[in-house]
């Protein structure tokens, strides 16, 4: 419910304007408190002055084994807490061994205690030192470098190299769950927003290219996988071309990527519709591959197929970027 108060002059120079009663008691707020400010744009945020205290949740993990498990801390990771205490009548040597797994894929994470019925988990990051930028460029950098050597490894046959793109998916997730933890903290505390030096639609940019740049490197590792399966080498034309269109969708998402980081909002916004109108001319070339495709066995055409879809849908993803980069260089109400 929304609720209006007057401002008013105090002392002849000085605003003030009282705060909900109820707020104040939920969040404790009371004579002598300190409270701090935020300005944002035409918006003012005001929140309780707390400590350095670092957030703690708890989670009871009963019969949760695998998967299901991981899920689970990778969930209280991305919501914020700093703590993590997963708790059960009897934790068995099944879901510590998942526990350490899980806590291995995320960045900062330790375990800080482990008892019969109780592990407890800690970030060790100092929030103050995280950058949502740096994050997201690493993202990029990873995510197109995957997606060159796993064109390469199907190529020259490069089994190692294949299975070295698959392996550096890991990275890509790990980096991918910071910058989500990241996005969610500044949802939460205008504190956290102000730490990181840049606004909240900037932050939710940041995180809308980092889910395109996570799925790009799942294309690069289903690529590396199906590359796994060709024993004889593809065709020098159809190789030929598979390295162009790679070449076209990896130019795609650099030039978003460069467009999204520009402060320069003119230049940023021409860069984008650049890379957007790209993506069009790649669709082309994609179903000009199909047309080689025809010319081998039904099933290299297929595997091969699957290649130039996952290399389509890459470069639509740098489109997805590139739009995010206009709405960021777009004016704001």
């Known amino acids: 419910m929304v609720e209006t108060r007057k401002v008013q002059v105090t002392g002849g120079s000085t605003y003030t304007v009282s705060i909900p009663k109820d707020w104040a008691t939920d969040n404790g707020v009371s004579a002598g408190s300190e409270v701090a400010f935020y300005p944002e744009g035409d918006s003012l945020f005001m929140t309780p002055r707390t400590g350095e205290e670092r957030t703690e949740g708890t989670l009871d993990i009963g019969d949760l084994v695998g998967e299901e498990l ?3 801390v990778m969930t209280m990771y991305v919501s914020g807490f700093d703590i993590i205490a997963l708790e059960s009548t009897r934790i068995t040597t099944d879901q510590r061994r998942t526990i350490r797994q899980a806590t291995q894929s995320l960045v900062g994470l330790e375990v800080l205690e482990e008892t019969r019925d109780r592990v407890v988990i800690r970030d060790l990051l100092d929030s103050s030192e995280l950058s949502i930028n740096n994050a997201v460029t690493r993202m990029r950098l990873i995510a197109l470098s995957m ?9 020259d046959l490069d089994a190692d190299l294949a299975r070295d793109v698959i392996q550096r998916d890991d990275d890509v997730d790990r980096l991918w769950m910071v910058v989500s933890r990241i996005f969610r903290a500044t949802l939460r505390s205008p504190r956290a927003a102000e730490e990181l030096g840049v606004t909240r639609e900037v932050c939710f940019d940041y995180q809308s290219a980092a889910r395109q740049l996570e799925r790009i490197a799942d294309h690069a590792t289903k690529i590396a996988h199906l590359s796994l399966e060709f024993e004889e080498a593809v065709p020098d034309d159809v190789a030929a071309a598979l390295e162009e269109l790679h070449d076209d969708a990896s130019a795609v998402t650099d030039a978003a990527m460069d467009s999204l980081f520009l402060d320069e909002n003119d230049e940023s916004t021409r860069r984008a519709n650049e890379a957007r109108e790209s993506v069009q001319d790649i669709d082309e070339h994609a179903r ?9 066995d039904p099933t290299r055409a297929q595997l091969l197929g699957l290649v130039v879809d996952s290399l389509s849908r890459s470069a639509d993803y740098g489109g997805n970027i590139a739009e995010t980069a206009l709405q960021k260089a777009a004016p704001t109400p």
Do not use: F, T
């Not at 997606?147 to 190529?155: P, T, Y």
């Open 147 to 155: 997606l060159e050597d796993a064109v390469g490894a199907l190529v």
């Open 70 to 72: 991981i899920r689970a």
């Open 288 to 296: 000009a591959i199909d047309e080689l495709l025809r010319e081998l």
